[in-house]
């Protein structure tokens, strides 16, 4: 088993920077992925950042240039720096680790981004 502890969410004002952490713990070893996935209200869950073992990344295209995932292996984080930030990047943020086929989730932060 793996578990996932996000934090860092909260209310921001548009333009305004946030950075989420994800702290990895139980079965870390060979978490091949992790990444960050929102849900909108209204909307379906979507990728928005992933960074693999090898330290290759991608992104959501809203975000690209804005947000930037990157992992701290010495203390089994990964962290989401959101910069610029609109309003309709509102949503319930997830951290996720794949483990092989398993898939495992965090309990969500809420992020807010008010006009």
């Known amino acids: 088993q793996v578990q996932l502890v996000e934090s860092g969410g909260g209310l921001v004002q548009a333009g305004g920077p946030l950075r989420l952490s994800c702290a990895a713990s139980?079965?870390?070893?060979?978490?091949?992925?992790m990444g960050w996935y929102r849900r909108a209200p209204g909307k379906q869950r979507e990728s928005v950042a992933a960074?693999?073992?090898?330290?290759?990344?991608n992104y959501k295209d809203s975000v690209k240039g804005r947000f930037t995932i990157s992992r701290d292996n010495a203390k089994n984080t990964v962290y989401l720096q959101m910069n610029s930030l609109k309003p309709e990047d509102t949503a319930v943020y997830y951290c996720?680790?794949?483990?092989?086929?398993?898939?495992?989730w965090g309990q969500g932060t809420q992020v807010t981004v008010s006009s």
């Open positions: 996720n680790a794949q483990r092989g086929i398993v898939t495992y």
């Open positions: 139980g079965s870390i070893f060979s978490i091949n992925r």
């Open positions: 960074i693999t073992s090898g330290g290759s990344t």
